[in-house]
């Protein structure tokens, strides 16, 4: 079985300041995975991935994700908030190997404020 | 480069009504979608197909149906349309079954059924 946690439903940043959002998961073996992003009325859009190698994925955006094995998480970071980074973000996770179905956590919503 | 494309955008039906969701992509993709998503809950699969003619159903299928007679095409057919139903609806696709690779959304049907 999989299963992502995204333990904040909302995170509130100043626009300039660092921001995390968080996600933890659950498999039985090697992780895939991903982030992605949602603007209002919009479908979701793939920022980033970890498969294997460097801790540290960088992709669109600015954004950044560090993968840690033994915490099991996947937080998602950008050094310095936009406003229009404003927007609800998901983490997925899929079993490296095993089914092509992945797990969605229940989204985060990100807010930046001017 | 339209990648999936869901018609119609929104849609209100009456109790009891039917109708289909279609959805397309161009991107020669051999894996298709169909999730939904209600206010913080996330995304719950519905049905999803790995080619044409191949379908299976989702975490919660009870009450639609799908076909996948081309590989640009999943419709998604809702027979007895119920007020539980009224949903955001999207679309997915993937190039194929190996677990890194991303999905790709459309941009939503916007159901409300009453």
Not at chain 2, 36 to 41: T, V
Not at chain 2, 45 to 54: F, N, P
Not at chain 2, 58 to 73: A, I, K, L, W
Request: glycine share 10%; proline share 6%; charged share 15%.
């Amino acid at each position: 079985a999989q299963s992502v946690a995204q333990p904040e439903d909302q995170v509130n940043v100043a626009e300039g300041n660092p921001l995390t959002v968080k996600c933890t998961y659950s498999v039985s073996g090697n992780p895939y995975l991903f982030w992605y992003v949602q603007y209002p009325n919009r479908g979701l859009q793939f920022l980033l991935k970890y498969i294997t190698g460097d801790n540290l994925v960088k992709g669109s955006y600015g954004f950044e994700a560090e993968f840690n094995k033994s915490q099991t998480s996947f937080h998602l970071k950008k050094p310095s908030a936009l406003v229009s980074d404003s927007a609800l973000y998901f983490c997925a996770v899929r079993l490296s190997g095993g089914s092509y179905i992945p797990t969605f956590g229940r989204g985060t919503s990100l807010i930046v404020h001017p | 480069n339209a990648g999936v494309t869901q018609t119609p955008k929104f849609r209100i039906l009456k109790i009891g009504q039917s109708m289909t969701l279609q959805c397309a992509q161009d991107m020669n993709h051999n894996y298709m979608y169909w999730y939904r998503q209600d206010p913080g809950m996330g995304l719950k699969l519905i049905y999803y197909s790995v080619g044409a003619g191949i379908t299976d159903k989702g975490e919660v299928p009870n009450g639609y149906n799908v076909s996948r007679s081309t590989t640009e095409d999943f419709p998604l057919r809702l027979e007895l349309a119920a007020p539980s139903q009224t949903s955001v609806y999207f679309c997915a696709s993937s190039y194929d079954g190996a677990s890194n690779q991303p999905q790709h959304f459309g941009d939503g049907t916007r159901l409300s059924i009453l």
